[in-house]
């Protein structure tokens, strides 16, 4: 059956630790604030410049003003600050985020991650993808295992424009939890009901199985 999308921002919630400055991308990432435990710390940042990003509003309550860089409306936690681009980028190329989840349409077993840009459609930019995973020290991609035709998205090699090189460490999909290793995609975690021999089957690039895999706790 696999995780839905929320499941997936589930998973990796419990990837963010006390005191963590984290950074959202557009997608399933937006979705992780809602699932951080309340017993600890966590700002999160945004480059379109928030710092101090809350839970989506509820509906009814949104602000129009208030946005993460997707455009979303956000609810903001008290002590949050707002600036310009320039010092967003500046915390980001500074590397005072901690954690950067990102989505992806493609990640490479080598680390590799495509994210911005499908030839011959139409996109508004690159936005801050590229900054992110050239300066963040650790990096998680949120995404479906499969695309639409049910190819992986899970490969040897990138075969769209890449947004960063070597750069991402884990990966959470609907079907797993995988670590980027010198070898290949290492299975960690699998979904509930999902059996490692779909995972196999839905993973292009090498895959490295340990052991016996356990379920994800959610």
């Not at 609810?75 to 010092?87: E, I, N, R, V, Y």
């Not at 059996?195 to 292009?204: D, L, P």
Request: net charge negative.
């Amino acid at each position: 059956m696999g995780l839905t999308k929320e499941q997936i921002a589930q998973r990796i919630a419990k990837e963010v630790k006390d005191g963590y400055y984290v950074n959202l991308g557009i997608g399933i990432p937006t979705l992780v604030a809602n699932f951080v435990r309340d017993d600890i710390d966590v700002e999160f940042q945004s480059e379109n410049g928030v710092l101090g990003m809350g839970p989506f509003p509820f509906e009814g309550e949104e602000d129009p003003d208030l946005i993460n860089a997707g455009k979303q409306t956000i609810t903001t936690l008290p002590g949050a600050s707002f600036f310009d681009s320039a010092m967003s980028f500046s915390m980001i190329r500074g590397q005072h985020v901690d954690l950067t989840i990102l989505g992806a349409m493609e990640v490479a077993e080598n680390g590799d991650i495509a994210n911005w840009k499908i030839p011959g459609k139409m996109v508004k930019g690159m936005g801050g993808a590229m900054d992110l995973v050239a300066s963040a020290e650790n990096i998680i991609v949120a995404m479906m295992h499969t695309n639409r035709a049910g190819e992986s998205k899970l490969l040897k090699q990138c075969s769209l424009p890449l947004t960063g090189v070597h750069c991402v460490k884990k990966v959470v999909t609907d079907l797993a939890v995988l670590e980027i290793t010198p070898k290949g995609f290492k299975l960690l975690e699998k979904a509930p009901g999902v059996s490692v021999e779909q995972i196999k089957n839905a993973t292009e690039g090498t895959l490295i199985i340990e052991g016996n895999i356990p379920d994800m706790n959610l």
